[in-house]
């Protein structure tokens, strides 16, 4: 052993000997790796280094491929039910609102969130109208402007109708989350648009939206958490209906009043 050892101190280690001083160091079951040259013991850290540098950048996607994950699910998934805790955060209010109910989505274009917790109320976007029924106030609002960003904005996320990298600018972003196995990201839209950015958490397994958290200009933030997701589900035409009784108000917007109406 003091010949070769004698001899490596003037050679550049051997790639199949410094694979051995690797495996040595990482489960020591040869003793014969015990009077090892102090460079060769360098050597082989720096190649442990390397191979787990390796492959945590082999196995963690690109922003490029967790983009296109996310696409291709949400092109490919028809409908989605779930419940939903929707948090907003005002930036005039210390205690934010919460909110909790179902969420109901099917293609092309029908959505509902049923909020039960703390206030019944519903939200159904259906043939171009967006609808506020609140039955304690015996009120239903319609409306067919974009003024209902948040809603409106996830409904294009939702559908895939929106392509991700041709209408932001995506990044990685780390935010607190107690879902350990999830993507993030943020999106800044690359038009000027009434909130400044979007926070996303990707399942990593399903690659479904988990959160989506909107900051708009005002400082104020919308955050909405999707739970016991089902997709591909039979959502009849009744959840997208809405009947309410005769004697409520229907309040129409009259900055954006259409002559037809559904």
Known sequence: ?????????????????????????????NSSFASLPPFYIIDAMKHIIGLLILSWLSSSP??????????????????????????YYSSSVST????????????PDLMKWEYKDPEEKIFLYKEGAFLL?????????????????YESEILSLLSGKKQLNE???????????????????????REESEYTYILLE?????????????????GNKNEFKFSQIKTD???????FELKVPADVEIIEDESDKKSECP
């Open 1 to 29: 052993m003091f010949f070769i050892e004698k001899k490596l101190k003037f050679s550049k280690p051997d790639p199949a000997y410094l694979t051995q001083v690797t495996l040595f160091l990482l489960f020591r079951n």
């Open 62 to 87: 690109t922003i490029e491929d967790i983009t296109l994950k996310v696409e291709r699910k949400l092109r490919s998934v028809q409908s989605i039910q779930s419940n939903f805790n929707q948090i």
């Open 96 to 107: 934010p609102l919460i909110e909790k109910g179902k969420f109901y989505f099917k293609k």
């Open 133 to 149: 029924y609140i039955p304690e106030d015996k009120e239903l609002f319609r409306s067919y402007s974009s003024k209902e960003k």
């Open 167 to 189: 209408n932001y600018l995506i990044e990685p972003s780390s935010f607190p989350s107690e879902n350990k196995k999830a993507h993030q990201l943020k999106l800044t839209p």
């Open 202 to 218: 990707i399942d990593e397994k399903t690659w479904l939206i988990r959160r989506a958290i909107f900051f708009d200009w005002a």
């Open 233 to 239: 589900v039979r959502l009849s035409k009744k959840v």
